[in-house]
């Protein structure tokens, strides 16, 4: 019942937060420095409030506090800045992913990974290449699939939050890193094939 409660006044933090941020970052959004520093600041407010106030895993609130910045219609100006740190983060983010997958776990966790992988594919790349065909979306259908095969970001976040709450174990999670990593490197690599595929026929 409590972790519902925070959960609950975490969710109702990032809504008053979302109304009252454009209002602010309005008032600055000149000052390209402060623009910068205020949003960053923010973020990191929220993300602390949501874990030492509310309960929430810091993962988890950090994801929220990032798409609650994004979402904004000035963050392009704080997205551009930040832009060379970009490639930065996402090496640092396979880092931290390697970093916490254990070897002993892995030969073990290999089953619950193709599992994993399998309900990606049937879950998720069929139905939407048969929604783009079936919406007659003008973009390249299987691309468009092979790009979306993956699970990200916000999947390596539940996963953490699961396992500290005992919802997953070890080796349970250590497959869903695994799986965050093989379906984001396959699907770039995938999209690519396709395209250079699709060009020479």
Same mark, same amino acid.
């Given at each position: 019942?409590?972790?519902?409660?925070?959960?609950?006044?975490?969710?109702?933090?990032?809504?008053?937060?979302?109304?009252?941020?454009?209002?602010? @970052?309005?008032?600055?959004?000149?000052?390209?420095?402060?623009?910068?520093?205020?949003?960053?600041?923010?973020?990191?407010?929220? !993300?602390? =409030?949501?874990?030492?106030?509310?309960?929430?895993?810091?993962?988890?609130?950090?994801?929220?506090? /990032?798409?609650?910045?994004?979402?904004?219609?000035?963050?392009?100006?704080?997205?551009?800045?930040?832009?060379?740190?970009?490639?930065? %983060?996402? =090496?640092?983010? %396979?880092?931290?992913?390697?970093?916490?997958?254990?070897?002993?776990?892995?030969? $073990?966790?290999? !089953? %619950?990974?193709?599992?994993?992988?399998? *309900?990606?594919?049937?879950?998720?790349?069929?139905?939407? $290449? @048969? @929604?783009? &065909?079936? /919406?007659? @979306?003008?973009?390249?259908? &299987?691309?468009?699939?092979?790009?979306?095969?993956?699970?990200?970001?916000?999947?390596?976040? *539940?996963? !953490? !939050?699961?396992?500290?709450?005992?919802? *997953?174990?070890?080796?349970? %999670?250590?497959?869903?890193?695994?799986?965050?990593?093989?379906?984001?490197?396959?699907?770039?690599?995938?999209?690519?094939? =396709?395209?250079?595929?699709?060009?020479?026929?």
């Amino acid at each position: 019942v409590a972790e519902i409660g925070g959960l609950l006044a975490f969710i109702l933090l990032a809504i008053l937060a979302a109304k009252a941020l454009p209002l602010l @970052l309005r008032v600055i959004r000149w000052e390209n420095d402060l623009l910068i520093i205020y949003s960053v600041a923010i973020g990191l407010t929220i !993300a602390a =409030v949501g874990t030492v106030v509310f309960g929430i895993p810091m993962a988890l609130a950090a994801f929220a506090a /990032g798409l609650l910045i994004s979402q904004n219609q000035d963050s392009d100006s704080v997205r551009k800045a930040v832009m060379p740190f970009r490639d930065l %983060f996402q =090496v640092l983010f %396979f880092v931290v992913i390697g970093s916490l997958i254990e070897p002993s776990l892995v030969k $073990e966790a290999l !089953a %619950f990974t193709g599992l994993l992988l399998l *309900l990606l594919v049937l879950f998720k790349t069929i139905p939407t $290449e @048969l @929604l783009a &065909r079936l /919406g007659k @979306l003008r973009a390249k259908k &299987r691309q468009l699939a092979v790009g979306l095969s993956q699970i990200g970001e916000f999947s390596f976040v *539940l996963g !953490a !939050a699961a396992l500290a709450e005992g919802a *997953l174990t070890k080796v349970q %999670f250590t497959a869903v890193l695994l799986t965050v990593i093989i379906s984001i490197i396959v699907s770039t690599l995938a999209v690519r094939a =396709v395209a250079v595929s699709k060009e020479r026929i």
